[in-house]
């Protein structure tokens, strides 16, 4: 079982986010890899003091780079699209 703060890596603020955060009420965040939807749910609502209705989790594949010294691959990510209840919101400015 991770921790709440280990589970949460950073908000991601984005101008598709920032508008899915105004009109549906949900929120990106930037999450740990192993971290699973149940993690996730209780360090969300740990950290900020709100009701999760709903969760969708992306696992994005670190792509290939190339540098002047040769290749590099990018880390793997994984993001969680959290929608909340009705009546909460969570203040990230």
Known sequence: MLHATE????PLVTEKGTFAMNEQNRY???VNPKA???????A???IYKVKV???NTQVR???FRRMKYGLT????TKTAVVRLKEGSAIELF
């Open 28 to 30: 990106s965040f930037e």
């Open 7 to 10: 589970v949460i890596k950073r």
């Open 36 to 42: 699973t939807k149940t993690d996730i749910k209780a």
């Open 73 to 76: 691959q990018m880390p793997t």
């Open 44 to 46: 969300i609502e740990a």
């Open 53 to 55: 209705e709903k969760i």
């Open 61 to 63: 594949k670190g792509v």
